[in-house]
C-alpha cells in the first residue's frame, strides 16, 4: 500500500486565528486585551486587522509573531501552532527607530539574512535585489538617520521581504508618514504585492488605509477586541479612494465600528460590499 508520509489538507488557510483571549497581568488582576477572536488568512492575502486604539491589534499581531501566548484559542501558521518566533513570520513596525542606526541601508537588509547563516554573497545580492525593488538603490551605503521618514519605512519593507518569510507583519508601518507619502507608500506596497504576491498581515486604526491596503478586512471592537464583522475589499484601492462607493463602504464600517451597542451578545456579521 502506498502511504503518503504527510497529510495533504486541501485549501487550508496559511494563518489560522481560533477563538484567540489574550490577557496582560496587571496591578489588580488581569487586563484583557482581545477576546475570543477567530480568523483565517489565505495566502496572498492583504489581511487588515482594524479596528480603534486599544482593541488589541498590536497584540493580536506579537500572538502571530509568537512574541506572546494566547491566554485562550490558538494560533497555527500553515497547520503547526505558533510557539515562539520564527523567520516564517517576520514584523514591520511603527517605528522609524526599527532599523540599526549605526548599520547602513544593506547592511541592514544583510543582518538577518547573515544571522540565519545565509552565505554574505548571497545575503548581499538578496539585499541588493530587494534594496533595488524599493527603489533605494543609489542609497545603499546610507545610513538611517541621513533617510526620511518614507525611505526608512522602504528599507524596513525591503529587510522584511529579502527573509521570504510565509506572512509579513506589519503594524501601522506608514502611521508616522505625512499623508503623500502615506499615499506613495501604499501605491508602492500596492506594487510590490502585484509582483510578489507576499502573504500580508496589515494592523491599522485608519478606515481608509484599510480600505486601500487589505482585500480582506476583520473590524474589531473597542477594548477588548472582538470580532465585529468581516469584509472582503478586494474591489477598493488607491484608484477608487474617495468614490461613492468607497465612502459608503467606509461610512458602514465607521458605523459599525462606532456605532455603539454592547457588541458582547451580538454575532459576528458579514458586510455585503
Ligand atoms: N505590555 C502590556 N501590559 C499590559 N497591558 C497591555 C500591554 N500591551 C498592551 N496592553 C493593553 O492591551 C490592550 C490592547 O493593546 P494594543 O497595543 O494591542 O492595542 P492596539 O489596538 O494596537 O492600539 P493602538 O491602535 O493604539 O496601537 C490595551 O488596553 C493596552 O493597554
Ligand atoms: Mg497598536
Same mark, same amino acid.
Given at each position: 500500500?502506498?502511504?503518503?508520509?504527510?497529510?495533504?489538507?486541501?485549501?487550508?488557510?496559511?494563518?489560522?486565528?481560533?477563538?484567540?483571549?489574550?490577557?496582560?497581568?496587571?496591578?489588580?488582576?488581569?487586563?484583557?486585551?482581545?477576546?475570543?477572536?477567530?480568523?483565517?488568512?489565505?495566502?496572498?492575502?492583504?489581511?487588515?486587522?482594524?479596528?480603534?486604539?486599544?482593541?488589541?491589534?498590536?497584540?493580536?499581531?506579537?500572538?502571530?509573531?509568537?512574541?506572546?501566548?494566547?491566554?485562550?484559542?490558538?494560533?497555527?501558521?500553515?497547520?503547526?501552532?505558533?510557539?515562539?518566533?520564527?523567520?516564517?513570520?517576520?514584523?514591520?513596525?511603527?517605528?522609524?527607530?526599527?532599523?540599526?542606526?549605526?548599520?547602513?541601508?544593506?547592511?541592514?537588509?544583510?543582518?538577518?539574512?547573515?544571522?540565519?547563516?545565509?552565505?554574505?554573497?548571497?545575503?548581499?545580492? &538578496?539585499?541588493?535585489?530587494?534594496?533595488?525593488?524599493?527603489?533605494?538603490?543609489?542609497?545603499?551605503?546610507?545610513?538611517?538617520?541621513?533617510?526620511?521618514?518614507?525611505?526608512?519605512? &522602504?528599507?524596513?519593507?525591503?529587510?522584511?521581504?529579502?527573509?521570504?518569510?510565509?506572512?509579513?507583519?506589519?503594524?501601522?508601518?506608514?502611521?508616522?508618514?505625512?499623508?503623500?507619502?502615506?499615499?506613495?507608500? *501604499?501605491?508602492?506596497?500596492?506594487?510590490?504585492?502585484?509582483?510578489?504576491?507576499?502573504?500580508?498581515?496589515?494592523?491599522?486604526h485608519s478606515i481608509e488605509e484599510a480600505l486601500v491596503v487589505g482585500n480582506r478586512?476583520?473590524?474589531?471592537?473597542?477594548?477588548?477586541?472582538?470580532?465585529?464583522?468581516?469584509?472582503?475589499? *478586494?474591489?477598493?484601492?488607491? *484608484?477608487?479612494?474617495?468614490?461613492?462607493?468607497?465612502?459608503?463602504?467606509?461610512?458602514?464600517? *465607521?458605523?459599525?465600528?462606532?456605532?455603539?451597542?454592547?457588541?458582547?451578545?451580538?454575532?459576528? &456579521?458579514?458586510?455585503?460590499?
Amino acid at each position: 500500500m502506498n502511504v503518503l508520509p504527510f497529510q495533504v489538507v486541501p485549501n487550508a488557510p496559511l494563518l489560522r486565528a481560533q477563538g484567540v483571549t489574550i490577557e496582560y497581568p496587571a496591578a489588580q488582576g488581569v487586563v484583557q486585551a482581545t477576546h475570543d477572536v477567530s480568523f483565517d488568512v489565505w495566502r496572498g492575502d492583504r489581511f487588515v486587522l482594524l479596528g480603534p486604539s486599544g482593541c488589541g491589534k498590536s497584540t493580536l499581531l506579537k500572538a502571530v509573531g509568537g512574541f506572546i501566548a494566547p491566554r485562550a484559542g490558538s494560533l497555527q501558521l500553515d497547520g503547526r501552532d505558533i510557539t515562539g518566533p520564527g523567520r516564517d513570520r517576520i514584523v514591520v513596525f511603527q517605528e522609524f527607530d526599527q532599523l540599526a542606526p549605526w548599520k547602513t541601508v544593506r547592511q541592514n537588509v544583510m543582518f538577518p539574512l547573515l544571522a540565519g547563516k545565509m552565505p554574505k554573497r548571497e545575503a548581499e545580492a &538578496r539585499a541588493l535585489y530587494w534594496i533595488g525593488k524599493v527603489g533605494l538603490s543609489r542609497f545603499l551605503d546610507a545610513y538611517p538617520h541621513t533617510l526620511s521618514g518614507g525611505m526608512k519605512a &522602504r528599507v524596513a519593507i525591503a529587510r522584511a521581504l529579502a527573509m521570504q518569510p510565509e506572512i509579513l507583519l506589519m503594524d501601522e508601518p506608514f502611521a508616522a508618514l505625512d499623508a503623500l507619502t502615506r499615499r506613495r507608500m *501604499h501605491e508602492e506596497l500596492q506594487a510590490l504585492w502585484e509582483e510578489v504576491r507576499f502573504t500580508m498581515l496589515f494592523v491599522t486604526h485608519s478606515i481608509e488605509e484599510a480600505l486601500v491596503v487589505g482585500n480582506r478586512i476583520l473590524l474589531l471592537s473597542p477594548h477588548p477586541g472582538r470580532v465585529r464583522a468581516e469584509l472582503n475589499s *478586494h474591489q477598493f484601492g488607491l *484608484h477608487s479612494a474617495g468614490g461613492a462607493e468607497f465612502q459608503a463602504t467606509a461610512g458602514r464600517i *465607521h458605523d459599525l465600528l462606532f456605532g455603539g451597542g454592547d457588541v458582547a451578545d451580538e454575532p459576528a &456579521r458579514a458586510v455585503q460590499s
